[in-house]
């Protein structure tokens, strides 16, 4: 929840807002607490103006260290998805509901991820709404639980929608041309399950319904 010592990313946004100055701006913010901890806030990158925007949830340790989303192994995995499903990384946009890396402990050299909680979740709205309205995308895939949380609040699940065109809630959140979503799994969940084979085609071709939504 907004506090006096943290407001959200409200007041950390540029104005005007576009992508190049939210992309320095954001390592200034101080919306929640997960600054203290991170290396680096991580922004979207990607093509101005894609048909097609993912949100997943936040960086993890490659991207923390890096400073560019989708380069660990669920990125690695996201782009052999994408490729199957005929659409170029270069023509989209890659971002996270969540700009700074959460975590807690370590595993070897690596930090172990945590999830963001509701709160750091809400604070981060401003930029993820930002960025979405730079961009103005046809399509947004939400990479699981996490990013349609940020989108449709905490009581969404990918489950009862995925691979469908869901609507934009405009009654909760404006954009000045609000897209259509596509949720689905995150590829992190593709690399932690014992089908492995069966979930990577299933995100294929959630891919695939989200790509025929966002014609060029």
Known sequence: MASEEYPGAEPFVPSPASLDACRLAVQACRGCDLFRDATQAVFGEGR?????VLV??????REDLAGHPFVG??????????EAAGVARDDVYLTNAVKHFRHEGTRGKQRIHKSPARWQVAACQPWLLTELDAVRPAVVVLLGATAGQAIYGPTFRVG????????????????????????????SAVIRSRTRDADFAALVADLDVAAGLAPR
């Open 48 to 52: 101005d103006g894609a048909r097609m």
């Open 73 to 82: 192994p669920a990125g690695r995995l996201l782009d052999d998805a994408l």
């Open 160 to 187: 009862a929608t995925r691979g469908t065109a869901v609507p934009w809630p405009t009654d909760r959140l404006s954009l000045a041309e609000p897209p259509v979503c596509v949720p689905t799994v995150h590829p």
């Open 56 to 61: 997943g949830e936040q960086p993890g340790d």
